[in-house]
């Protein structure tokens, strides 16, 4: 009991509940916890470490999933949303020893800096590239508007989301990694 008489349960006391979806096209069950939420349930026990932990009040874009085709923050989401759903994280976008156009665009541009917001910014113009194969300038700027980037690329990411639009117009979704950067 409190000083005002108020009683705090442990978080322990919560019960689990098991989850089942699809995450990068595999099943998998996993328990959580109610108030657990979904970017620590794929870092930690899924291991799915490209979702970054930045801001943790969907301000930054680090933590961004495409999940039954919407982006959303997982910093923000509860785990339990994703129960039943089907989930892609940076992990899930190109076949094994491959990158998507937009990875292969980031790093023909130059954009890459230190990387930390690279996931979120993967797959935010994933997300836009699958709605809209030519987006204009202004669209671009508009959706990669919640990506934070502290290296302060942006105008590069505006220039490979120009080019991976070509690639993939021309065809070119994936690269093999010998393909890139020669
Ligand atoms: S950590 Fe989720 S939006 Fe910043
Ligand atoms: S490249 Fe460093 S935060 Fe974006």
Request: proline residues 3%; aromatic residues 8%.
């Given at each position: 009991?409190?000083?005002?008489?108020v009683?705090?349960?442990?978080?322990?006391?919560?019960?689990?509940?098991?989850?089942?979806?699809k995450v990068?096209?595999?099943?998998?069950?996993?328990?959580v916890?109610?108030?657990?939420?979904?970017i620590?349930?794929l870092?930690?026990?899924?291991g799915?470490?490209?979702?970054?932990?930045?801001?943790?009040?969907?301000?930054?874009?680090?933590?961004?999933?495409?999940m039954?085709?919407?982006?959303?923050?997982?910093c923000?989401?509860?785990?339990?949303?994703?129960?039943?759903?089907?989930?892609?994280?940076?992990?899930?976008?190109?076949?094994e020893?491959?990158?998507?156009?937009?990875?292969?665009?980031?790093l023909?541009?130059?954009?890459?800096?230190?990387?930390?917001c690279?996931?979120?910014?993967?797959?935010?113009?994933?997300?836009?590239?699958?709605?809209?194969?030519n987006?204009?300038e202004d669209?671009?700027?508009?959706?990669?508007?919640?990506?934070?980037?502290?290296?302060?690329?942006?105008l590069?990411?505006?220039?490979?989301?120009?080019?991976?639009?070509?690639?993939?117009?021309?065809?070119?979704?994936?690269?093999?990694?010998?393909?890139?950067?020669?």
């Amino acid at each position: 009991m409190s000083k005002v008489g108020v009683s705090h349960a442990s978080w322990d006391t919560y019960r689990d509940i098991e989850i089942s979806f699809k995450v990068n096209g595999k099943e998998v069950k996993v328990k959580v916890k109610p108030y657990e939420r979904l970017i620590d349930v794929l870092r930690n026990k899924l291991g799915l470490v490209s979702v970054k932990g930045g801001c943790g009040r969907g301000e930054c874009g680090a933590c961004v999933v495409i999940m039954n085709g919407k982006l959303i923050p997982t910093c923000l989401t509860l785990a339990v949303r994703a129960d039943g759903s089907e989930v892609l994280t940076l992990e899930g976008i190109a076949p094994e020893g491959k990158l998507h156009a937009i990875q292969k665009a980031l790093l023909d541009t130059y954009a890459m800096q230190c990387g930390f917001c690279f996931p979120g910014v993967i797959m935010t113009s994933k997300y836009l590239l699958d709605k809209n194969p030519n987006p204009s300038e202004d669209e671009i700027k508009e959706v990669l508007d919640g990506n934070l980037c502290r290296c302060g690329s942006y105008l590069r990411f505006v220039k490979a989301v120009k080019l991976a639009s070509k690639y993939i117009n021309e065809g070119k979704i994936f690269f093999d990694e010998s393909e890139v950067m020669r």
